[in-house]
């Protein structure tokens, strides 16, 4: 549903069908609602098998990347000559992205059947569930379920009577966006700093404890159980019409829209009409400005872009952005484009590991350059200097956080340029509390 | 923890015990790290170099390697902190929405006047955090372990007053 709001007709209710109804939330609950079918369906196949259904099944990564879900878990060794290792990234910090929390906290099941799933099709016994730190209550509902599916044997030396072993850990993480990044998340695990790590090696050779290893989000976990219930081809079906996009995904919209929430819908689904539509519009009868549609890492839509843009992983690279995480951030009319860039470009510039010069360096300067143009002190040529500045930003460092950064510079300059040259021709007072 | 007296372990009884079963889910020690860590800020509120040094004996790595990770990570407390401590979101989706407004109506009737600084009751310290992962119910804030949606400048004095 569109979580907390009422469902929508035009929503596909799959992966948040029980969002809102704390019914599911126990294990009894959870089997009520056919929980742990597919877990059994599983079991019951060969690993090479449930890794050939998800393959196609066309199910892509929900984590940011789009990287397709079966081709990923077919990297590890067919053969299990040391431990192999899951894990579950549900450090959700992107921007504009709320979709992981509701779905531990509604279906804390549902996720542990995916990672169970997943742990058969790529033969790791050990699965972390790394949560970030400020998720409390998803986090103590999470360890209740654990607690649960311990003692009715679905985890543990005998899992689901099959006499094959199956543990799960939460990890709880501490503050540190960067940790959302794969490798950094494995370093976190094992007690380090969340440097990211250079690759190659990969993490299917080479990943958490030196072990073949598989990362996987939270949302990309779950939507294994319908493949497995109903079928890859009905899977795909729901698509409307991209064979590349399969399923549905969760959109968490944010910003200006009367209904913000999570909105389940088939990929492909008119990201105008989700805005307009779904979440009910604009507040107070403002107009659409602007959007970000897949987490703040991605390219800012103007308007008519948006009106354009299909929710999937073509149609959105079609209008010049990304899916992403399917956090959508809507800025209406009233909003200062200069200044929420600037806190954007604070938010990477905060959470940089600082581990890549480019990195480092680049995002700092991008938070004092525009600031200084929201000062009103910004020259013409520092529109040129940022453009030259997240150049040398983008495909040069270990991760993409600093690529991240550079993405609503660029595209906020290309689209807002009017907005950017108002405080520094002066046509705009500057921000009074930067002064 | 005081900087006098003699230093108390943390590791001892039934947090002993806690720690031994985390080093059950991890084939290493060193991963324990977080984990214990969590325990400590638990029962201090805080992290001190003493327990960072206790941390790094009980699990064979140097005290300088346990600064090293409890400085990467924002939500350790290297110094004391108000007895509720405020996170207040202001990224762009929560900015969006009035959430600097939040902030200075959190520092007003705290009466911490600046950010990172303690009240002179001992009762709040509040900072600035990014995004909380609840950007659709703004603003997002965090009294302490309490995650609260949809802060309004307007309903800050009965948030605070539930945090005596
Ligand atoms: C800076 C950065 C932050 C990231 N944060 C997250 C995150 O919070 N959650 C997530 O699932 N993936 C995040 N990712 C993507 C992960 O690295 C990884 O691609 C993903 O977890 C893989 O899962 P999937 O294939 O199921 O999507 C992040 C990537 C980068 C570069
Ligand atoms: S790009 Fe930035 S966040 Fe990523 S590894 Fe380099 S310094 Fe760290
Ligand atoms: S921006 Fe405030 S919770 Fe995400």
Redesign the interface.
């Known amino acids: 549903m569109g979580y907390p709001h009422e469902p929508h007709p035009k929503e596909t209710l799959i992966l948040s069908k029980h969002f809102g109804d704390a019914g599911a939330r126990s294990y009894d609950g959870w089997v009520k609602c056919g929980g742990y079918q597919a877990l059994k369906r599983a079991l019951a196949m060969d690993p090479a098998d449930v890794i050939e259904i998800v393959k196609e099944s066309g199910l892509r990564g929900r984590g940011g990347a789009g990287f397709p879900t079966g081709l990923k878990w077919s990297f590890m060794p067919k053969e299990r000559r040391k431990?192999h290792y899951l894990c579950c990234n549900a450090d959700?910090?992107?921007?504009?992205?709320?979709k992981?929390?509701e779905i531990m906290r509604w279906t804390p099941h549902a996720l542990i059947e995916g990672c169970a799933i997943a742990q058969h099709a790529i033969q790791a016994e050990v699965c972390y569930i790394y949560i970030?730190?400020?998720?409390?209550?998803p986090i103590a509902i999470m360890q209740a379920a654990l607690d649960e599916a311990y003692r009715e044997g679905v985890l543990g030396g005998n899992a689901m009577g099959t006499n094959r072993r199956i543990?799960m850990?939460i990890?709880?993480?501490?503050?540190?966006?960067i940790c959302g990044e794969e490798t950094a998340l494995m370093n976190?695990?094992?007690?380090?700093?969340?440097n990211p790590r250079i690759r190659p090696p990969f993490p299917a050779q080479q990943g958490v404890?030196g072990m073949p290893t598989t990362i996987n989000n939270v949302e990309t976990l779950v939507s294994v159980l319908p493949v497995l219930n109903e079928g890859a081809e009905w899977y795909k079906d729901l698509s409307l019409g991209n064979p590349k996009s399969t399923g549905t995904k969760l959109f968490?919209?944010?910003?200006?829209v009367r209904k913000?929430?999570?909105y389940e819908v088939t990929m492909g689904f008119p990201l105008g009409e989700l805005v307009n539509d779904l979440c009910g519009g604009m507040r107070d009868g403002r107009t659409l400005k602007a959007c970000i549609p897949g987490g703040?890492s991605v390219p800012i839509l103007n308007r008519e872009e948006t009106e354009a843009c299909l929710l999937d992983y073509e149609g959105c690279v079609e209008q010049g952005t990304m899916l992403g995480s399917g956090?959508v951030?809507v800025?209406d009319d009233s909003?200062d484009m200069v200044y929420?860039i600037m806190?954007?470009a604070?938010?990477y510039a905060?959470?940089s590991?600082a581990q890549c010069t480019q990195c480092r360096e680049g995002t700092a300067w991008t938070v004092r350059i525009l600031e200084r143009i929201l000062r009103g002190e910004g020259e013409m040529k520092d529109l040129d200097l940022l453009l030259d500045l997240s150049e040398q930003m983008t495909g040069k460092t270990i991760c993409v956080l600093s690529d991240s950064c550079a993405a609503p510079i660029v595209s906020g300059i290309k689209k807002f340029r009017d907005e950017f040259e108002a405080y520094i021709t002066g046509a705009k007072q500057p921000v009074a509390?930067l002064t | 923890m005081k900087a006098t007296g003699a230093y108390e372990p943390i590791f001892a009884g039934e947090r002993r015990k806690r720690l031994d079963d985390v080093f059950t889910?991890?084939?290493?020690k060193?991963?324990?790290?977080?984990?214990a860590?969590?325990i400590v800020q638990q029962t201090h509120g805080w992290i001190s170099d003493e327990a960072m040094t206790e941390v790094g004996q009980v699990?064979g790595?140097t005290a300088a390697y346990v600064k090293?990770?409890v400085t990467?990570?924002?939500?350790?407390h290297q110094h004391p902190v108000g007895r509720h401590f405020i996170?207040v979101c202001?990224?762009?989706?929560c900015?969006?929405?009035g959430a600097?407004g939040v902030v200075e109506a959190i520092l007003e009737h705290t009466g911490c006047g600046d950010l990172g600084a303690t009240s002179a009751d001992g009762r709040f310290t509040v900072i600035e955090?990014?995004?909380?992962?609840?950007?659709?119910?703004?603003t997002a804030v965090?009294v302490d372990?309490?995650?609260i949606e949809g802060v309004t400048v307007d309903g800050v004095p009965e948030l605070l007053g539930r945090y005596p």
């Open positions: 431990p959700e910090s992107e921007p504009g992205t709320f992981d929390r970030r730190g400020e998720f409390t209550e543990d850990y990890h709880r993480g501490a503050g540190a966006y976190s695990i094992e007690g380090r700093r969340g404890f968490s919209v944010c910003g200006h913000p929430g999570n703040s956090g951030i800025f909003a929420q806190r954007l604070r938010f905060h959470e590991c509390a | 889910c991890y084939p290493t060193r991963a324990a790290l977080l984990p860590l969590w699990l790595v090293g990770v990467f990570y924002t939500m350790y996170q202001t990224t762009t989706p900015n969006l929405c600097e955090v990014e995004c909380l992962g609840a950007c659709g119910f703004p965090m372990d309490d995650f």
